[in-house]
């Protein structure tokens, strides 16, 4: 018995969570009027804003141009203040660099990028308070941006983390103060309702007895992320759709 | 729900960073009462069966403590019939983060069903949840949280009633103000049914008896002065060390300095016990002094100074200042953190009362005063006590009693008390670990064939010392075309003991089995370590097989390893494969091998000592026990037989192969035995003794070494080569374990063996490192899996940290159980023997008595005796007495009788019989007349002889490495 112990005896996490459970998420779509679409998501403390521009046609260089689909180009960055360290640079290191292009991979996965050939979507994400999990958190606020803009996709992608408490019981969504005493993190992004994994990362090496209960833990965490994204949409839709009057004849409850 | 908790912490750079946290605040919190039908139902060991019984409360209770009741008075919690307690989560953490041992030890009473504990997880409740004010000190707001969740619990469940037992006189008040019943734990003990020793058991940290007590010591600085003090490099922090011949003198090692700082006195010392971490304040160098050279021992009393004072004046006459041995002469002014444990000892007779004086056996600690009502029986007890405070106005410092071991001298409480104080885990396997177990009768299934090698058809045998039940190895050999083919054959453990079970985990913690001498204390339960894993004669078992073809000039051709079903033909002792072997009539297979294997294990060893390895020795005995009455009849020297060192070389020969095997295939995390190459000054007393004899001794080599002691042979004195041997043996290190990814390849090296890189694969029955072992094997050859923490290094290490602590904490513990039985053997007996000088010192010859495998100091004169008639050459190493020149490694005739003043600690009392000296020698026996008892030469007042520290209680010489 260490002093490290990610899940106590009677089966709480450092924060009170029990190991199935996510943290608490809010979210919000249309945030922003300027961008055709924007989410700001909270996931624990981890906050994010994204937004989405087009399609539009491509800019700057036009060799850059799918004939057959839509670029999509993503950019990650993270406030100064973020960090209990005060960030040098909010973009344009290694990290941000290899978030976007992670973050370019998962949504590309969804959207229907051949009905747009040779334009471009731009989606740009800012966290603005990280305690653990960026990536997913990330990938949940892009998807939120992109369904405000109305840029059809196939399903929700859904991105969430996972690791494994005392070596042994897999837990769902780590915050930072897991992240820093646990060991390795595993990381996906999936498409719940297909169950497909679009993208699956590790922070270090696993070993392949515990890799499946970890994914089974982290898929399942993606599940459950759509549901409340999906609640969260439909809540969205129905505002807006009040203030338009033809969402009361489908949610007259 | 969720709230945050926002603290802000200090970089070490010194930047102020602000953390924020997330807290969730549950609603699905139980409160642990099976009858409540509010909460949802959770598992607890909360009873309505189960009543507290306390006078001062007249009906029956659920008990709420506060931290520094679990923190002080745990034994007492242990024992109590106090149950149907609830620990706050608040209470938990606190405890978790002031003490790690004590939370361990309050984990297995939460986990123990029968006293009924019922953990409250109050910080993420969300009606006993409270945040923290601004402003408000941890303490406070724990305390309030602690109130917070007794009044909620009075409302919750207002059919019952709730006791908060706190020792914060503060915490009480306003607890009774707010309307919850509130106790210290002293009335509450006092009144309960039964308390006698209850109470005895109450740690004293609080008690001031006597406000107007003289203060006998120094107050000790401040945390802040000390941290100030070390900062600016006037005092020094460092472990404190306590003499163990004289009870006013001890030493402090500091890092920062070359030399240990030598503390004298009751100032000097100033409570600081043998293993604190203290800190010291250096005198003036015209004041430093040499350690003083008198040997004083505590006789004082309960209250008694007069002793102290008169000991510490004798201490300051003869302070010295002797050229070349002045030390860096200091004072402890404060305790950083006091490594208090518990204690084995007696108490010590003569004193009427309550207040009694405990002797620990270990006399580099001080006697221990406690409060106990059952005086007269405990002074016939081992016993067990703890310190827990030292105020400034007493002598001793203050403890309680824990436990009672048994009577004083019984072999089973010697054995108890060997135990303990070697730390070695002996409790009876728990029912879980036995669950473990294969069920019986053990079959082996088509499916087993299937996996394994089958060799039960092969002429295989084990030869092992006589009466050993836990046989871990077996051989074979045969000719297969002009070649040999060699097997050893080890017993499959890890079959039996899968990765992570509860039963892995004990044996993991256990970490050897350790012999005692009539005693054996299994690391795995009996039914593996005797039975399904011993490869018996006859018997069909599961081994792990290495297997070699080997020419017959011992080179080998190829090595495999496989998992096998083997049958033994037969289990022999030593003596009978010898006989087996010299025996030109016999001629089966099983003869046949063992010849191929003797002569290929000459070839072997031949080659192995070529290389450098080293032929160390050390006596080893055995001691004969009575089977009915458990004591022993005869003590002598382990016999030696070829076929020992025949199946030792194969051992080796198996080790070295799998070293090589798994290292291959696990660069990072094979579990390895090295031996470090000493450091040279380490071999300055076999140097300087070989000199005297005009033999040179070259260490620059393992292999130099090696010859130096096999050319240092002197036809006159045969034993001379052995005592070498013996000198040479403790210039050695520790041999130890560790996981190949944390060492460079240089540091490999095993120097007793000479070999670039080793491990130990034989033996798992009886050590866990050969089950990692077995285990990565298992996997290099595709019939295992592997699990995580297997493959990760720092693990290993981890692991292989303890298994070499519990090694050696074995190894002490044979020695001391030998000890221990030898002196049983020497009570009350008087013989003369023959013995070999070891060393020459100033007043004393250190001497070896073969027959006995013991070491004793024989003395030749008195402290304080200004008669002596020996004259002490430094140069040379002798002693003259008239014309009787004493040299090192001489023989001579020694009386040997054994003083038992100490019953704690017996020593042996040796005096010379020849050569022999007018005036100091005494007859021999067959000359005695009666007159001539033997003169108890009070050993009290004289230094520990060591005796018999080079005993070894192994199995079997195999097992050297
Ligand atoms: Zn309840």
């Known amino acids: 018995m260490s002093k490290k112990e990610l899940l106590s005896k009677i089966g709480l996490r450092l924060d009170g969570r029990r190991a199935h459970e996510l943290r608490r998420i809010r979210c919000k779509l249309g945030v922003f009027t300027e961008p055709d679409g924007s989410a700001y998501m909270e996931q624990g403390l981890t906050k994010v804003l994204a937004a989405v521009y087009g399609p539009h046609q491509v800019r700057g260089s036009k060799s850059k141009a799918h004939h057959d689909n839509c670029l999509i180009n993503c950019q990650f960055s993270m406030a100064v203040f973020s960090t209990t360290d005060r960030k040098k640079r909010p973009r344009g290191d290694r990290k941000s660099t290899e978030l976007s292009m992670h973050l370019q991979q998962a949504l590309e996965s969804v959207i229907k990028t051949e009905l747009y050939p040779w334009s471009q979507i731009d989606v740009y994400v800012e966290v603005l308070h990280a305690d653990g999990g960026i990536y997913p958190t990330c990938v ?80 399942q965490g993606c599940k459950d992320i759509r549901q409340i994204l999906d609640a969260a949409v439909r809540l969205h839709v129905r505002d807006i759709g009040s203030a338009t009057g033809w969402a009361l004849t489908s949610y007259n409850e | ?90 209470v938990l953490t606190e405890v978790k983060h002031r003490s790690l041992p004590i939370y361990k030890k309050l984990f297995t009473l939460i986990e123990n069903p029968s006293k009924h504990y019922y953990i409250f997880t109050n910080d993420h409740h969300k009606d006993t949840y409270i945040e923290q004010l601004d402003g408000e000190l941890v303490n406070d707001y724990n305390d309030r949280c602690i109130r917070k969740a007794c009044s909620w619990y009075m409302e919750h469940l207002p059919n019952e009633k709730f006791i908060l037992l706190t020792e914060d006189a503060d915490n009480r008040n306003i607890a009774n103000e707010e309307g919850i019943t509130a106790c210290s734990i002293f009335p509450y003990v006092k009144h309960m049914n039964d308390n006698a020793v209850l109470e005895d058991k109450l740690s004293r940290k609080e008690i001031y008896l006597d406000k107007d007590a003289k203060d006998l010591f120094p107050p000790h600085l401040n945390n802040v002065e000390l941290l100030t003090g070390i900062k600016e490099g006037t005092l020094y922090q460092g472990t404190f060390r306590a003499s163990r011949d004289n009870f006013l003198e001890g030493y402090v090692s500091v890092e920062a300095l070359e030399d240990q700082v030598l503390v ?82 007696i108490l010590q007779g003569g004193l009427e009362g309550v207040y009694q004086l405990f002797v620990p056996a270990d006399r580099s600690i001080p006697k221990i005063r406690i409060e106990t009502r059952q005086a007269e029986f405990l002074k016939t007890q081992k016993l067990i006590v703890t310190i827990d405070s030292w105020p400034r106005y007493s002598r001793y410092p203050h403890g309680h009693f824990v436990r009672a071991l048994g009577k004083i001298g019984d072999q089973t409480t010697e054995n108890e008390v060997i135990l303990l104080e070697h730390d070695v885990p002996h409790s009876q396997f728990s029912e879980e670990v036995l669950s473990c177990l294969p069920k019986l009768p053990w079959i082996i299934t088509d499916d087993d064939v299937q996996k394994r ?237 070989g000199r005297h004899l005009g033999l040179e001794i070259k260490i620059d080599s393992g292999k130099d070494l090696a010859k130096s002691l096999d050319d240092a042979v002197k036809p006159d004195n045969p034993y ?50 050969d089950i990692i072992v077995h285990r990565l094997l298992a996997v290099s050859c595709g019939a295992d899996a592997t699990y995580a923490v297997l493959l990760d290094k720092s693990k290993t290490n981890e692991i292989c940290q303890n298994l070499n602590y519990r090694n050696r904490m074995a190894q002490y513990a044979g020695r001391a159980s030998i000890a221990f039985n030898t002196h049983l053997f020497f009570k009350g007996k008087l013989q003369d023997e023959q013995g070999y000088i070891l060393y020459v010192r100033k007043n004393a010859l250190q001497v070896l008595i073969p027959r006995y495998g013991l070491e004793s100091t024989l003395y030749l004169a008195r402290k304080g005796e200004s008669s002596n008639i020996f004259e002490y050459n430094e140069e040379d190493q002798t002693q003259r007495a008239k014309d009787v020149v ?3 490694f001489d023989p001579v005739k020694v009386r040997l009788s054994l003083n038992s003043d100490n019953i704690q600690h017996e020593k042996f009392v040796l005096q010379l019989v020849s050569p022999f000296i007018e005036g100091f020698s005494v007859p021999p026996i067959e000359e005695m007349d009666t007159s001539c008892e033997p003169t108890n030469d009070s050993g009290k007042k004289r230094k520990s002889t060591g005796d018999e520290k080079k005993n070894k209680n192994k199995k079997s010489p195999k097992n050297k490495n």
């Not at chain 2, 209250?303 to 004798?314: A, F, G, H, P, Y």
């Not at chain 2, 210039?731 to 490999?748: I, N, R, W």
């Not at chain 2, 095993?750 to 050590?767: M, Q």
Request: glycine share 4%; aromatic share 6%.
């Open chain 1, 140 to 219: 949940n606020a892009a998807t939120l941006a992109l369904i405000d803009a109305g840029i059809p996709i196939k399903e929700y992608v859904c991105a969430c983390t996972a690791s494994l408490a005392n070596n042994d019981v897999p837990m769902v969504d780590i915050s930072h103060q897991e992240e820093v005493m646990g060991g390795p993190t595993l990381t996906i992004a999936a498409l719940p309702m297909s169950g497909k994994i679009v993208l699956m990362e590790m922070s270090q090496r696993f070993h392949l007895d515990h890799l499946d209960k970890v994914m089974n833990k982290a898929l």
């Open chain 2, 1 to 90: 729900m969720f709230t945050t908790k926002t603290f802000i912490k200090k970089t070490r750079i010194g930047h102020f960073l602000k953390h924020v946290r997330e807290h969730y605040i549950r609603d699905d919190i139980s409160c642990g009462f099976k009858s409540c039908e509010k909460c949802q139902p959770v598992e607890s060991f909360l009873s309505p069966d189960h009543h507290n019984k306390c006078s001062l409360f007249n009906y029956n209770h659920y008990i709420i403590l506060d931290t520094n009741v679990i923190l002080d008075q745990l034994d007492v919690l242990e024992e109590a019939p106090i149950g149907n307690v609830i620990i706050l989560h608040t």
């Open chain 2, 264 to 345: 004298q006195g009751r100032a000097g010392l100033n409570r600081a016990v043998d293993g604190d971490v203290v800190v010291v304040e250096l005198f003036d160098k015209s004041d430093w002094i040499s350690p003083s050279e008198i040997i004083l021992e505590d006789e004082g009393g309960v209250e008694d100074v007069k002793d102290i004072e008169q000991k510490e004046k004798e201490l300051k006459e003869t302070a010295t200042k002797k050229k070349g041995e002045i030390k860096p002469t200091g004072k402890v002014v404060g305790i950083i953190r006091r490594k208090w444990r518990q204690y084995c000892g």
């Open chain 2, 453 to 689: 090698v089958d060799l039960r058809d092969l002429d295989i045998c084990s030869v092992d010392p006589p009466g050993c039940t836990d046989i871990d190895d077996a051989l074979h050999c045969r000719e297969v075309g002009d070649h040999l083919e060699v097997g050893v054959h080890i017993a499959d453990v890890s079959h039996f003991i899968r990765p992570g079970t509860a039963l892995d985990l004990e044996a993991q913690s256990r970490g050897t089995t350790v012999y005692l001498v009539n005693n054996r204390i299994d690391m795995v339960p009996d039914l593996l370590s005797s039975n399904l894993c011993s490869l018996r004669g006859g018997e069909e078992r599961f081994a792990f097989s290495c297997i070699w073809e080997i020419d017959k000039n011992a080179n080998i051709l190829n090595t495999r390893f496989h998992k096998s079903i083997i049958k033994s033909k037969v289990a022999m002792t030593y003596e009978e494969a010898q006989m087996t072997i010299d025996d030109k009539s016999k001629n089966d297979n099983i003869a046949k091998s063992l010849r191929y294997l003797n002569m290929l294990a000459k070839i072997l060893k031949k080659r192995r000592l070529e290389n450098g390895a080293l032929v160390l020795a050390s006596p080893e005995v055995k001691i004969m026990m009575d089977s009915e009455t458990m004591e022993p009849l005869d003590i002598e020297v382990k016999k030696m037989f070829q076929t020992m060192s025949m199946v030792e070389e194969f051992m080796l020969l198996a080790n070295i192969s799998v070293a090589e095997k798994i290292l291959q295939d696990f660069p990072e995390c094979a579990c390895l035995r090295r031996h470090p190459v000493p450091p040279s000054s380490n071999f300055d007393p076999l140097i300087k003794a």
């Open chain 2, 720 to 769: 001379l080569n052995t005592m070498l041997r013996i000198l040479a043996t403790r210039c050695m290190l520790q041999a130890v374990y560790f996981a190949s990814g944390t060492l460079q390849k240089e540091d490999y090296f095993h120097y007793g063996l000479a070999v670039p890189l080793y491990t130990h694969f034989t033996s798992p029955i009886r050590r866990y490192a």
């Open chain 2, 886 to 888: 004493l040299h090192a």
